[in-house]
């Protein structure tokens, strides 16, 4: 089994994680399931904003896939427990290709992320 490695401390990145994938993990597991493990044990630092937060909220709220029982409400209080809360700042120059996603942009600038995991697929052409 893959061990992601302790990184808590100097030099862990920061990442945005997309609702998507925090909702697959949730879902089906798999790829998805492990960048939430990296994240519980240190592999990375995640950000979140109140707006991603209450978006995960919001999807997981609706979705009729899963039952969301205490396990899962514990879990995901973890996951926003040991993000950093950002206040993103706005950015009018810069276009992120889903414009209801622009707010993932604004919140890794601002935080300083290394990267967005999410599990959509962007066109190659625009660099994002």
Do not use: C, Y
């Not at 939430?36 to 979705?63: C, H, M, P, Y």
């Not at 409400?73 to 809360?85: E, I, W």
């Amino acid at each position: 089994m893959f061990q992601w490695p302790n990184l808590s401390g100097v030099g862990v990145k920061r990442a945005v994680v997309d609702t998507n994938v925090i909702v697959s993990a949730f879902i089906a597991g798999g790829a998805p399931q492990r960048v939430i493990q990296a994240w519980i044990t240190g592999g990375f630092q995640a950000v979140i904003s109140k707006e991603l937060r209450d978006e995960v909220n919001l999807v997981l709220k609706r979705t009729k896939i899963i039952k969301f029982d205490s396990k899962r409400r514990v879990l995901l209080g973890t996951l926003f427990n040991q993000a950093l809360m950002v206040l993103p700042q706005p950015l009018d120059a810069i276009v992120f290709p889903d414009p209801d996603d622009h707010f993932l942009l604004e919140l890794a600038i601002t935080a300083q992320a290394s990267f967005i995991v999410t599990r959509r697929k962007f066109d190659q052409k625009s660099g994002l």
